[in-house]
């Protein structure tokens, strides 16, 4: 049982101003949302070196390249893409009312829901915040932002960035520890989005529902990657454990959407680790002072990474270090590793590892593949490393995930016009360009009758005519009615 929420009265104060503030507000003209997104836009890139730095304080080592590569970058790009559809997005379209309501007229009107609630993890604080800000920005809300206490001096500077650009009834920034983040769960928010783990998304979740609260939870869970028996693009397996390696150590692993787990064909194990190695050595070629690797957060994630390797050892597992160097404790340098053998019920094929530590499954056939993906909960993502189409058509129609890269990492939730979300236990909802925009609006549908209607037919006492109308069969046109 969650404990109970306390009340924050400064925290319940800030969310009542934006409410207030939301009601007047009506259908937020384009000159308004653009006029916030260009704010948000300038924020990031005015600050984009002072943000970089932050989030390397926090994390100790966090590489420069990567923040803006991973972070900064996309949130520039959504707000880009916001600002150039945004206004078609919010128009006003007109439906088809059939012919039964004929001659009246159908349409739906978005509508700003209200006040968005986001709650933001430790691992991308720019992007895990401004992109769902983004998204109910240009939706036409008001915004609160909940962030981890384990990114503090982020959290800080974008309270302070935030507060010279906006109204507090516009976007505000909530820092504060696990207490704080109950109490702003409990706001009666109009929308909650929340990423973060699936343990911590049933806790939000039950407090969303004390209010009704609609919610959208970006979790996680274990994201399989798949190497066929023809793996690689152009058949270059050297070029595909490259890019699962990449996917594998960006952020030292402590990505939601990092490949958890790797199915390779039975017989090719010496293969695979000989080609992470080299893949590894490239990207890393000194592991122990390279500014390009980043650091786990904190003591108790790397103590945390370090159990589940030996847990895997201790029931008979082979740990294959992937990196010259060794891990260093005392800066939280968690050298990559890879695991073979891993016995079933070996904690590390049970829990999200969210670091750069990479169990690999020998298989005999991708059927075997997909029944042991199908009997897990649903992941976040899928990767297929294959150039057989066949295989590729049987692992997308064979199983569920909430987004597929083929021949690489990430690229699906890349692109703006394509929704990013999860399925079953990594998720609920999506966002992102158009999708997002739909996720924090109301259509709200509109129908405007004449002063003729079809539908007088039907009054009592009833005749002829109503028999007539309510036994026409649903594909009759207005065409033939008339």
Not at 138 to 152: F, H, W
Not at 458 to 482: D, T
Request: charged share 20%.
């Amino acid at each position: 049982m969650n404990p109970p929420i306390q009340h924050d009265p400064a925290l319940s104060a800030l969310f009542e101003a934006q409410r207030a503030a939301s009601r007047k507000d009506g259908v937020v003209p384009w000159a308004i949302r653009a006029d916030r997104l260009k704010r948000l836009s300038t924020l990031v890139r005015d600050n984009r070196s002072a943000i970089a730095a932050a989030i390397n304080d926090d994390f100790g080592q966090r590489s420069f390249h990567e923040t803006e590569l991973l972070e900064i970058n996309h949130v520039l790009d959504g707000i880009g893409h916001s600002l150039q559809h945004g206004r078609s997005w919010m128009k006003t379209t007109q439906r088809s009312p059939g012919y039964k309501y004929w001659p009246g007229q159908a349409s739906i009107l978005p509508q700003p829901l209200g006040v968005v609630g986001v709650v933001v993890p430790w691992n991308y604080p720019l992007e895990l915040s401004l992109g769902p800000a983004n998204s109910a920005m240009v939706a036409g809300n008001r915004i609160m932002i909940k962030l981890s206490e384990l990114t503090p001096r982020f959290g800080a500077l974008l309270a302070e960035l935030v507060a010279r650009r906006f109204d507090a009834d516009e976007l505000c920034i909530v820092n504060g520890g696990v207490d704080a983040g109950r109490a702003f769960c409990g706001l009666p928010f109009d929308h909650l989005l929340f990423t973060g783990s699936t343990a911590v998304g049933h806790q939000v979740m039950q407090a969303a529902s004390d209010n009704l609260t609609p919610v959208t939870l970006e979790l996680g869970g274990k994201s399989p990657a798949i190497f066929g028996m023809q793996a690689g693009p152009g058949g270059d397996y050297d070029k595909a454990v490259m890019r699962l390696m990449i996917g594998k150590t960006l952020n030292a692993g402590q990505t939601c959407i990092a490949p958890d787990y790797a199915f390779i064909p039975r017989g090719q194990l010496d293969r695979f680790i000989g080609a992470a190695r080299r893949a590894i050595g490239q990207f890393y070629p000194s592991l122990a002072t390279t500014p390009d690797y980043t650091s786990i957060i904190n003591n108790r994630h790397f103590a945390r990474l370090q159990a589940l390797v030996d847990d895997a050892v201790q029931r008979g597992a082979q740990a294959w270090p992937l990196s010259d160097a060794a891990s260093e404790p005392a800066r939280r340098r968690f050298a990559p590793v890879a695991l073979s053998s891993v016995a079933a019920g070996s904690t590390v094929l049970e829990q999200e590892i969210f670091g750069p530590v990479l169990p690999l499954v020998e298989y005999d056939d991708i059927e075997e593949v997909i029944a042991a993906i199908n009997a897990r909960p649903r992941p976040l993502a899928l990767y297929l490393f294959e150039s057989d189409r066949k295989v590729i058509a049987r692992v997308l129609g064979g199983t569920l995930s909430g987004g597929v890269t083929i021949n690489d990492v990430f690229f699906h939730v890349g692109p703006d016009n394509l929704p990013f979300g999860g399925v079953g236990a990594s998720g609920m909802g999506a966002y992102h360009g158009e999708t997002g925009f739909r996720t924090f609006t109301h259509d709200k549908p509109v129908f405007r009758q004449p002063t003729f209607s079809l539908l007088s037919w039907v009054y009592p006492p009833y005749g002829r005519r109503a028999e007539r109308l309510l036994r026409m069969p649903a594909g009759a046109s207005q065409e033939r009615m008339r």
